[in-house]
């Protein structure tokens, strides 16, 4: 690639997600992108075969893959301009039937691989004067029902990148936190749902719980989110940001209304609730 030329490396790039078309929006803009993914074969072949893209295995739950394409990074460039965290994965279970197990796994891919890749590639980007870009969700500011986990995953990295954006400001690296809304991508239907347990207090709703849209009835396309989130990197934005669909009701719920209100009709708790306190009542 040429010495000029400005680079960024985007997780998750799987075909129809929001990491392909942040992806392309950046290749389209000048710069040289790493586009990577656990399964390189799952990446739109637009990217396979485009000049000012590599394509790179990279599984960021594990210490091994991200050396790796750290090596492959450096024998092409000797900074990085700009790293997109995307990669992630949602979980719907209730708290009383979550797998411990599970529950970490999705904290070592939501979370703590933010955190192993920035510490990886942290010498290219304080070189770079860069920018680290996180990928959360509205779902780390308010609780949606049989989530926890996911929303606790993506708490926890709203905190944390808004910590990192003070800790690497003064040494010259920018991070933005991304506060995401609705996408129109398959993320629904990726949704991981485990099993219930023959014990669980949460069966008669368990069709409520599993009923996922094939897409969020709310989300933006994909490279419009892509196009505010360049927007963002080069305008030189840093901090928290709010962007995807619907996140304007979000934060209006958030600031103004009260939190019963936000559970009974923002949230729509009330159809599982009611089921969930007759089936109690006929136990008891």
């Not at 304080?126 to 500011?141: L, R, Y």
């Not at 003070?166 to 991508?185: F, K, N, Y």
């Not at 927007?231 to 009701?249: C, D, E, N, P, Y």
Request: charged residues 15%; contains cysteine; glycine residues 8%.
């Amino acid at each position: 690639m040429d010495a000029t030329q400005k680079s960024c490396l985007v997780t998750g790039c799987s075909a129809g997600g929001v990491g392909a078309a942040l992806a392309e929006a950046f290749m389209n803009k000048g710069y040289h992108v790493f586009a990577t993914a656990r399964s390189p074969s799952k990446i739109p072949e637009s990217l396979h075969n485009a000049p000012n893209v590599t394509v790179l295995t990279l599984d960021v739950t594990s210490a091994e893959s991200i050396t790796s394409a750290l090596e492959s990074v450096r024998q092409r460039t000797k900074v990085l301009h700009v790293l997109i965290n995307n990669a992630g994965l949602g979980l719907t279970s209730p708290g009383l039937d979550q797998s411990i197990e599970e529950a970490k796994k999705l904290f070592d891919l939501n979370f703590f691989s933010v955190l192993a890749m920035m510490q990886a590639f942290s010498t290219m980007l304080v070189e770079a004067n860069g920018c680290v870009v996180n990928n959360s969700s509205v779902g780390g500011t308010i609780p949606f029902a049989f989530s926890s986990i996911y929303n606790a995953t993506k708490a926890a990295l709203i905190q944390a990148s808004e910590t990192w954006h003070l800790e690497m400001a003064p040494l010259g690296v920018r991070v933005i936190t991304l506060i995401t809304g609705g996408i129109a991508t398959n993320f629904f239907a990726n949704l991981q749902t485990l099993a219930f347990p023959e014990h669980s207090y949460y069966l008669s709703v368990k069709d409520i719980i599993e009923d996922k849209p094939e897409q969020n009835p709310y989300g933006v396309e994909p490279p419009v989110f892509a196009q505010e989130v360049l927007h963002l990197v080069v305008k030189g934005a840093t901090g928290k940001h709010w962007v995807g669909g619907g996140v304007r009701v979000a934060r209006t719920a958030l600031w103004l209304l009260p939190q019963s209100f936000v559970d009974r009709v923002v949230l729509n708790l009330k159809p599982f609730s009611q089921r969930l306190e007759e089936e109690h009542k006929k136990r008891v």
